[in-house]
């Protein structure tokens, strides 16, 4: 079955560089979710998507921002990184959540992306 | 405060054992859910299992099953018959969520578990 797929793998920066990370959810899902997970941390929600519309937003940045287009990917936007922008960036799809069904409750994560910033 | 605590950060279990994982939450929303990922050394992230704050049974999946105890605010993560492949970095965490495009997960510190043989 088709997963979320995130580009690239693996990106090395340096410090004030700019950065755009890649998300392709699931097809037919329309909910996209950011993630940053810094090294021995837990992942923390960044930003989120729903029919190319923010629909919250968590513990982003103002050097980030990010969108969802009318294919439903999503594409992170990074500018003057930091060190501490050294992290793996999650991105995550699910179908829109209804209240009272099941629909929309699972989120499902793509492979991530390593960003190492020099 | 925080919104889902795992007070476990390392736990080892024989291998075939059964070893439960604890997850408290805390949010004053009454419709939420809760989730348990999986995330081994290579870094992906696998759902396992999802818990409805709704859902008036405690959710199974295979080996997984979630011991949800609402009023104690717990869900418990319970891994039967474990294997060397459990090993792992495993994460509660909850939504908290009014429907449509809202739906922000929280997660826990996540607990390190692993398998002896």
């Known amino acids: 079955a088709a997963g979320v797929i995130q580009s690239p793998r693996h990106l090395i920066k340096e410090k004030r560089e700019t950065a755009t990370l890649k998300c392709y959810p699931i097809p037919r899902h329309d909910t996209v979710y950011w993630y940053q997970q810094g090294p021995g941390q837990d992942p923390q929600f960044l930003i989120s998507f729903y029919e190319k519309m923010q629909s919250d937003k968590g513990s982003i940045p103002d050097r980030f921002s990010a969108q969802q287009f009318s294919d439903y990917h999503s594409e992170l936007n990074m500018s003057s990184l930091e060190l501490g922008d050294s992290a793996l960036y999650f991105c995550?799809?699910?179908?829109?959540?209804?209240?009272?069904?099941?629909?929309?409750?699972?989120?499902?994560f793509g492979p991530g992306t390593r960003l190492t910033v020099l | 405060a925080q919104k889902i605590t795992q007070t476990q950060p390392g736990m080892f279990v024989q291998e075939k054992e059964a070893v439960t994982l604890d997850c408290t939450y805390d949010?004053?929303?009454?419709?939420?859910?809760l989730f348990w990922y999986k995330q081994p050394s290579s870094g992906e992230m696998i759902f396992l299992i999802y818990?409805?704050?709704?859902?008036?049974q405690n959710a199974t999946e295979g080996r997984y099953s979630l011991n949800f105890q609402k009023a104690r605010k717990s869900a418990n993560l319970v891994i039967s018959a474990s294997q060397l492949g459990d090993s792992a970095m495993y994460f509660c965490a909850m939504r908290e969520g009014r429907g449509g495009g809202y739906q922000k997960v929280t997660f826990g510190t996540g607990t390190k578990l692993q398998v002896i043989p």
């Open positions: 995550a799809s699910s179908l829109r959540l209804v209240s009272g069904t099941s629909m929309g409750n699972e989120q499902f």
């Open positions: 818990q409805g704050s709704y859902d008036q």
């Open positions: 949010t004053s929303d009454p419709s939420y859910g």
